[in-house]
């Protein structure tokens, strides 16, 4: 009888407990969705003042990395909106470089762009 009494106090007790941890965690998962959309929305509004600085090289996205990027990124975009965005993170790299050598290089957290000639080429997974 003790014992019943023991699980059930302790049954009881930890189902709170587990509750709020629960309760804890979803609200440290909503700050950190908060920040990122901030660092998300820092990000553009580096891109936009890059863009506009940005005057010694000029990259060119073709629709085909457009194409690619809504097929293997993100299916909710235009084609306008993708080609914006893949040439503002193609210019935040710039940014770090003088100039952008042909080759791979990664733009989000699961997107690559391959880049021949200052144009971007094509768009796959981050792997």
Known sequence: MLLRIKTALYNRF?????ANLIQKLDRQQ??????NTKIQLYEEM??????ASTIAQTIYVT????H????RVDKFISVSEAKRLI??????????LDKLPDGKYHI???ATIRIKDNTVCTVTKRK
Not at 14 to 18: A, L, M, N, R, S
Request: charged fraction near 35%; proline fraction near 0%.
């Open 68 to 71: 690619r990027y809504i097929e």
């Open 46 to 51: 580096l891109a936009d003042k890059n863009a």
């Open 14 to 18: 930890f189902k709170k407990e587990y």
């Open 87 to 96: 040439y503002k993170r193609t210019l935040s790299l710039l940014n770090t």
């Open 30 to 35: 909503e700050k950190l969705k908060a920040q």
């Open 63 to 66: 629709d085909h990395a457009a």
């Open 108 to 110: 989000t957290n699961n």
